[in-house]
C-alpha cells in the first residue's frame, strides 16, 4: 500500500501538469480572475477605439458616400433635364431649317418658273416669227418654182412646136401649156 | 478495482452522453431540410428568414454541444 | 489505481495513442516559468490572444479605415461591410431604440469574432473557448438586457413573463417557464458558444493523436482538415449567433410586450 502510495505520487510528480488540476483547463477556476480582468480590459480597450474612432469615421465615410451618391444622381438629374432642354432646342432648330429650306425651295421654284415662263413666251415668239418668215420663204419658193415651171413648160413647149416646123404663134403656145397647167394643177 | 467500475462507468457513461451529440445532427439537419423546403417553394422569402435559419441551427446545434460537453467531462475531467 | 496509472504513463510514450485535447485550452503565464501561479494581472497566453484581437480590431477598424476614402480600399470595404452587416443586424432586430447599443454589440461581435478565428491558427490560444470568458460575456448581456428593460419600461418589463394571449389559467405556468427560461438565458448563451469552440478544437487534437497509427494517419489528416472546414464556418456563425441573440434579447428588454 505504502510502496503504491509513493509510485503515485512519482507518477504524479512525474506528469505534474496533467495529473494535478483537473482535466479541463475551462474549470480551472484558479485562472478565472486573469482572465475575467484581461477580458474586461479587452473588451474596454475594443470599445474605447471603436466608439471613439472606428465607428464615427465609418459612419461618417459611410453618410459622405451617400450624400456624394445622392449629389451625384441629383447632378445626373439635373444633366439629363437639360441634355433633354437642348434636345428640344435642337429638334425646334431643326423643324425651323426645315421650314425655312421648304420655303426657300419655293420661292426659288416660283421664281424659277416666272423665268421659264418669260423665257418661253419669248422662244414661242421667236419660233413663231421664224415660222412665219420660213412659210414666207417656202411659199416665195413655191411661186417662183410654179413660175419656173410654167417658163419651162412654155420654152419645151415652144421648142417642140418649132421642131415640128410649125411657126407657131408664141402668145397661143403660152396660153395653151398655161391652161395644160392650170389644169393638172 | 473500484477505479475500474468508476472508469467503466466514465467510458459508458461518455459513449452515452455522445448519442445526444449525434441526435442533435438530426435536429440540425431537419432543421436545414425544412428551411430549404420552404425556401424553395417560396424562394422570396428565403433571404428574409437566414437570420432565423442561423438561429435555428445554433439552437438545435446547441444541445448536441451539450451532450458532447458532458461526454468531454466524463472522460477527461471527472 | 496506482500502478494503473504508472502502466497509463508508460503507455503514453511515444509511438502509442497519446490524447491531449485539452492541453491547448491552458493557461500558463507568457513569462517566466510553467508551473508559476497564474494571478489575476499575470500576463498570459490568454492575455496575448485578446490582445491580438483587440489589435486586429483596430488594425481592420482604424487603420484600415484611415483614407476616409469615399471610394474604399479593400481593407475599408471589409471595414465598412463588418459595419454594415451588424448596423442592419441592430436596427432589423431591435428597431431604431437599439441603435445606441449599437458600439456595445459591435465590440461584442468582433471580440468573438477575431477571437474565434484567430484561435484557429495552429499552435493558437481561443479566449473564447474558456467559460470565464463567454459566462462574463454573456452575464454582462444578461445584467445589461435586464437594467436596461427595468429602467426602460419599469414594472411593465414584467410582463414579458405574462403571456396576456394565452389563457388565464394558464398564465402562471407559463409565467414561471418563462422565469426559468429567463434565467436560462445566460447559461446557454455562454456554454453554446465556449461549447461550439472547445468541442470543435478538441476534435481536430483527437483526431490528430489517431494521426500517429500509420495506417489510418491519411483519413485522420483528411479529417482535420474536414472539420477544419467546419470549424471556419463555426466560428463565424457562433460569433452571428452571440450577436443576434443580444439583440433579441436586447429587443425584449426595449419592447418587452411581444
Redesign the interface.
Known sequence: MATETITAEEALAVHGAEAAGPGMPQLDVSSFPNQIFWLLVTLGVIYFVLSRFALPRIGAVLAERAGTITNDIAAAEELRHRAREAEGAYDKALADARVEANRIVAETKAQIQADLDVEMEKADAQIAAKTAESQAAIDEIRESSARNVSEVARDVAREIVAAFGADADVTKVDAAVDAKLGERA | MEGDIAQFGQFIGAGLAAIGSGLSAIGVGSVAANYLSGALRNPSAAASQTATLFIGLAFAEALGIFSFLVALLLMFAV | ??????AL?EGEEPGGLVF????Q???KPLFGE??D??????I?N??FW??L??LS??LL??VG?RG???I?SRV?SA??LI??FVYK?VE??TGKEGLKY???I???F??ILFSNYLGLLPLAFT?T?????TA??ALGVFIAVTVIGFVKNGMAFLGLFWMKEAPLFLRPVIAIIEVISYFVRPV?HS??L???L??GH?MIKVFAGFAAIAAISPLSIVAITAIYGLEVLVAG??A??FT??TC?YLKDALHPSH
Open positions: 489505481m496506482a500502478t494503473e496509472t504508472v504513463v491531449h485535447p485539452f492541453d485550452f491552458e493557461i510553467i508551473g501561479p497564474v494571478s489575476w494581472y499575470t498570459t490568454a492575455t485578446m490582445a484581437a483587440a480590431v483596430i477598424l482604424v479605415t476616409r476614402a469615399v474604399p475599408q471595414a465598412e459595419y454594415g443586424m432589423d432586430v449599437f458600439p456595445w459591435m465590440t461584442l468582433l471580440f479566449p473557448s474558456h467559460i470565464a470568458v462574463v460575456l446557454s456554454i453554446r465556449a461549447g461550439n472547445v468541442a478538441a456563425i457562433q452571428y449567433v443576434i441573440l433579441i
